[in-house]
Every structure is written in C-alpha cells, then in structure tokens.
C-alpha cells in the first residue's frame, strides 16, 4: 500500500478508506485515514525541519532540480495511478507529471530578491524575503500531481516546510509523490498525510502552520478563509471558476472548433479554468455550433487506460451526479440539447460530451460552475452586451476571445474582469504563468515568480551605511 510520509518516513496509518476507480465506480485500493496523532507529528516534523531549511539556499535549488529528475523519471508509475484514481486519459496524466517536474525545476531557478529601497545619507534599507514556516497545502481531485508540485516547489524553494493533503478521492500520487520526495529533501520538509474533509480543517486550525495553500471550491475556500482568521494565518486561496470565452465575428469555425472544444472538455470539463459559458456572435453562431457538434461526435469517451480513449470519465461519482443534475434543469429551463446529454458506458461515471443551447443565462448551467463535459452556447449580437454578460458572475479566474485579428482581442481582453485572459486559446500555461482569481476566484497569487513571494513574507533592514 502506499504510505502517508512524515518526517521521512513512511506511515502506513492504522486506519485505511477505500479509493474508487472511477472508470469502473469500484474500490481498487486504499489509503491511510490521518489520524489526530498522526497529524500531530507531521507538524512537529515540519516545525523542526525548518530550523535548519530556511537557512541556505544552495541545498534547496538542489533539492528542487533533484526532484525534477525523480519525478520526470517516474512520470509513467505516477500516471497510471491519476488516471486510476481520477479518470483522465494516460497521455494526459503522464503530461501532468511532467509539468509537475516543471514546476519544481522552474521553482529551482528563481530568485527571491533583495532589494535595497534606500542608501544614501547615513542609511541603506534592505527587503528581504523570509520564509513563514510551515505550510498547510490542501489540494483538489482534478489535477492531484501538479497542483501539489505546485505548492511544494514554491514553498520549499522560499525556505518554508510543508504539510500536505490531497482529495480524499485522489490521494494515491500524492502520496506516492511524497515518498519519491523523500529522497531529494531531508526528513521533515515535505509531508504528506491523507484523509477527508475534516482532515483539512484539523490542518488549517493547527497553531504550527503559518501560511495556507488551498486549491478547491470557492465553498471550501471561504470556510477556510474564516478559519484562519483566529490566528491571523496567512492564506493563499485558488478556487473555482465560470469562465467565458468570447468569439467574434471574424472567427473560422472550423478551424476554432477543435481548440474551443478542448478548452471546455479538457479533462471531461474538471479544470478550474475551462470554457464553462461560451459567447458566440450571432454572426457565426450556427457554423460555430456545427463545428462544434460535429467534433464532439468524433471524441472517443472510455477508460483512461485504453490508447483509443480521448476523453475519460467524471472523476467523482458527487460530480455525476452534480452534472446530471445540471443536465436536467438546463432541459427544464428550455435548453437544447445539439448534442450529449446522457451517461455512457455499462460502468464508471462516463457522460457523453454535451452541447447545450438557447438557455437563458439565469439558468444553472450558465449562472454556476459545471466542472464537467457540459457546455452551454450562448449567442449575442453585440460585443459590449457579451462582455457585460461574461463579467456578470461572482467569479473571475480566467476567460478568452476569440477573433481573426488578434488586435481586436487584446482591446476586449482588458475588458474581461478576471485573472487570466487568453486569446484564440484557453488553458495553456507555462510555470512561469502566475495564477490569480479575481473575485470570488481566489485571493493571493501562485505559480510563476509572483507566485513564489506569495510564500515570503518581507523584512527589512535597516542600517548605517559606512
Ligand atoms: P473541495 O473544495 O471540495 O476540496 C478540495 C480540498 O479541500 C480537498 O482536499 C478537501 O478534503 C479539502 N477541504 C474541503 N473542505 C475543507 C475545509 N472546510 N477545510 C479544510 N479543507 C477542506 O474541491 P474539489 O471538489 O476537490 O475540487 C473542485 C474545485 O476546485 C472546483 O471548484 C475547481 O474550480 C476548483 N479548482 C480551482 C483551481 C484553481 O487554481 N483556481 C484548480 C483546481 C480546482
């Protein structure tokens, strides 16, 4: 079985919970249940490692290009176990692994500055970046490796230590990436524990943690925001998303169809930052919603494990259920169904890719976040209206335009009130991209240098100059 890891060891946990496959909706292994004592010597493990962590940066640029090459080296063990536990395709699992190794090769590379602000007269004033200590890092199911990379490599590289919990429906390559970890850093510095909800709450309440990392719900995020409030514990939220993508009139259909579509379904639908309304004017609407539809139809749903299968199943079974719930009041709201609209498959929480049109934008499936392979197209007439509608949400993590001049969309992407702006593209990023929810989307920033000094807090000295 895999193990939680704490203080460099591995800990087997003496209570255990099933982990379901969701291509097939059956157990097919089990992970430790974190107990209350076992948390507890997780962040006494944390704490002491950081005495001697925060000191020098040379041995954590290594560690971190270490971790690289451990990672990269067992992308194919680590990728099974993501699309086993949380459904995508193998190639894409595999794809996140190396991004995860990425991440800590990119972390590796950076600088945390020292400014000098002042040093003239009798004083020289120096900003320094100090690490916080330990951090509580609580991720999703939907990217379970690279989300966690993510966390880790930044805060490890500023000289914090961590403690780390996966979903509950996704813990196996977290866990196992926590055992590689172990032989790139000295015990202590990364910890990862597994369990549920409480868990987390248990974590972001403990008085060693300084400095929260949280990626999930927006739900989740203001409950742990509230929480941390007590001990005034810094906290880093990325959270959910409704993104709009908005195509022009001077698009090609067809040659957009295919980078639409992967921008909504990637991941059957379950990234933060997906298409999850899509604007489309009238002009070209009904050739758009034809490529559109007609590239559907072509995408092969199945188990992530079989080479034929292009798009796996829903990760969860709450999820399905969520997404037919969607699907059910969207018909009830006058939608249209072009294409979809139905689970597939003898077992496993496969949905067919599906195309809604003519809702209204009150409608659930517009107004909320789907987080699967539904989408709604929605036609406008006028630019300003769509960008008013696109904005008209309590979410704000990303969104982009699409046009066949790329001028024109950069004057309407400073329009869209949202972190990331894409244009004639959605989802790409690099580890360089900082990520930042604007609204009810996130609060701080993480991922590329900005991201990094999110794990520093500064100070400053303050001296004679001589
Ligand atoms: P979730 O909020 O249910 O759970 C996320 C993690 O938080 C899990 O580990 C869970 O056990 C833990 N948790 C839940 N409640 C907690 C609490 N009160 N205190 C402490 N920990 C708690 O989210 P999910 O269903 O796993 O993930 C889907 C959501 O995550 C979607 O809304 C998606 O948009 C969002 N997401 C955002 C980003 C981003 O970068 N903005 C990336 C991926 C996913």
């Given at each position: 079985?895999?193990?939680?890891?704490?203080?460099?060891?591995?800990?087997?946990?003496?209570?255990?919970?099933?982990?379901?496959?969701?291509?097939?909706?059956?157990?097919?292994?089990?992970?430790?249940?974190?107990?209350?004592?076992?948390?507890?010597?997780?962040?006494?493990?944390?704490?002491?490692?950081?005495?001697?962590?925060?000191?020098?940066?040379?041995?954590?640029?290594?560690?971190?290009?270490?971790?690289?090459?451990?990672?990269?080296?067992?992308?194919?063990?680590?990728?099974?176990?993501?699309?086993?536990?949380?459904?995508?395709?193998?190639?894409?699992?595999?794809?996140?692994?190396?991004?995860?190794?990425?991440?800590?090769?990119?972390?590796?590379?950076?600088?945390?500055?020292?400014?000098?602000?002042?040093?003239?007269?009798?004083?020289?004033?120096?900003?320094?970046?100090?690490?916080?200590?330990?951090?509580?890092?609580?991720?999703?199911?939907?990217?379970?490796?690279?989300?966690?990379?993510?966390?880790?490599?930044?805060?490890?590289?500023?000289?914090?230590?961590?403690?780390?919990?996966?979903?509950?429906?996704?813990?196996?390559?977290?866990?196992?990436?926590?055992?590689?970890?172990?032989?790139?850093?000295?015990?202590?510095?990364?910890?990862?524990?597994?369990?549920?909800?409480?868990?987390?709450?248990?974590?972001?309440?403990?008085?060693?943690?300084?400095?929260?990392?949280?990626?999930?719900?927006?739900?989740?995020?203001?409950?742990?925001?509230?929480?941390?409030?007590?001990?005034?514990?810094?906290?880093?939220?990325?959270?959910?998303?409704?993104?709009?993508?908005?195509?022009?009139?001077?698009?090609?259909?067809?040659?957009?169809?295919?980078?639409?579509?992967?921008?909504?379904f990637?991941?059957s639908g379950?990234?933060?930052?997906?298409?999850?309304?899509?604007?489309?004017?009238?002009?070209?609407?009904?050739?758009?919603?034809?490529?559109?539809?007609?590239?559907?139809?072509?995408?092969?749903?199945?188990?992530?494990?079989?080479?034929?299968?292009?798009?796996?199943?829903?990760?969860?079974?709450?999820?399905?259920?969520?997404?037919?719930?969607?699907?059910?009041?969207?018909?009830?709201?006058?939608?249209?169904?072009?294409?979809?609209?139905?689970?597939?498959?003898?077992?496993?929480?496969?949905f067919?890719p599906t195309?809604?049109?003519?809702?209204?934008?009150?409608?659930?499936?517009?107004?909320?976040?789907?987080?699967g392979p539904v989408?709604?197209?929605?036609?406008?007439?006028?630019?300003?209206?769509?960008?008013?509608?696109?904005?008209?949400?309590?979410?704000?993590?990303?969104?982009?335009?699409?046009?066949?001049?790329?001028?024109?969309?950069?004057?309407?992407?400073?329009?869209?009130?949202?972190?990331?702006?894409?244009?004639?593209?959605?989802?790409?990023?690099?580890?360089?991209?900082?990520?930042?929810?604007?609204?009810?989307?996130?609060?701080?920033?993480?991922?590329?240098?900005?991201?990094?000094?999110?794990?520093?807090?500064?100070?400053?000295?303050?001296?004679?100059?001589?």
């Open positions: 079985m895999i193990s939680m890891t704490i203080d460099g060891r591995k800990i087997a946990g003496a209570d255990t919970y099933g982990v379901v496959n969701p291509a097939t909706g059956a157990v097919f292994a089990s992970a430790p249940n974190c107990s209350q004592a076992e948390l507890e010597n997780a962040m006494a493990a944390a704490s002491r490692a950081f005495h001697g962590w925060q000191r020098e940066e040379g041995p954590r640029r290594e560690a971190l290009t270490r971790a690289a090459d451990i990672v990269a080296a067992h992308a194919d063990e680590l990728g099974r176990l993501v699309t086993q536990e949380q459904g995508k395709t193998l190639a894409n699992s595999i794809r996140e692994v190396n991004g995860a190794a990425g991440r800590f090769r990119y972390a590796a590379g950076l600088e945390i500055p020292t400014d000098i602000v002042h040093d003239r007269d009798e004083l020289r004033v120096e900003v320094w970046r100090r690490p916080y200590g330990v951090v509580a890092a609580i991720t999703p199911w939907n990217y379970p490796v690279i989300v966690a990379a993510g966390k880790i490599a930044a805060a490890v590289r500023a000289g914090n230590t961590v403690v780390l919990k996966p979903s509950p429906f996704t813990p196996l390559a977290t866990l196992r990436l926590g055992e590689l970890l172990q032989e790139a850093f000295p015990p202590g510095v990364i910890n990862v524990i597994s369990g549920g909800d409480e868990l987390g709450k248990s974590m972001i309440k403990h008085p060693a943690v300084r400095k929260i990392s949280f990626t999930g719900s927006t739900e989740a995020g203001k409950h742990i925001l509230a929480a941390a409030v007590p001990d005034l514990k810094r906290t880093i939220l990325e959270l959910g998303g409704n993104d709009a993508a908005i195509v022009l009139d001077d698009v090609d259909p067809a040659a957009i169809a295919p980078r639409l579509f992967w921008g909504a990637q991941n379950q990234v933060c930052s997906a298409i999850k309304r899509l604007y489309v004017h009238e002009r070209v609407y009904k050739r758009v919603a034809e490529a559109l539809t007609e590239f559907a139809r072509t995408v092969r749903v199945g188990d992530g494990l079989d080479p034929a299968s292009e798009l796996g199943p829903v990760s969860t079974e709450p999820q399905l259920r969520r997404v037919e719930e969607l699907v059910a009041d969207a018909k009830a709201s006058g939608g249209r169904i072009r294409v979809g609209g139905a689970r597939t498959g003898s077992r496993g929480y496969f067919t195309l809604f049109e003519e809702l209204p934008d009150q409608a659930r499936l517009v107004a909320e976040e789907q987080f989408l709604p197209l929605l036609a406008f007439t006028d630019v300003d209206d769509a960008i008013e509608r696109a904005n008209a949400t309590q979410y704000g993590l990303s969104g982009s335009v699409w046009s066949g001049s790329v001028a024109r969309a950069r004057d309407l992407a400073s329009r869209l009130d949202c972190g990331t702006v894409w244009i004639n593209q959605h989802l790409m990023v690099v580890p360089a991209s900082p990520t930042a929810g604007h609204k009810w989307s996130g609060l701080g920033v993480e991922n590329g240098a900005v991201g990094l000094l999110e794990f520093t807090q500064v100070q400053t000295l303050s001296l004679p100059r001589s």
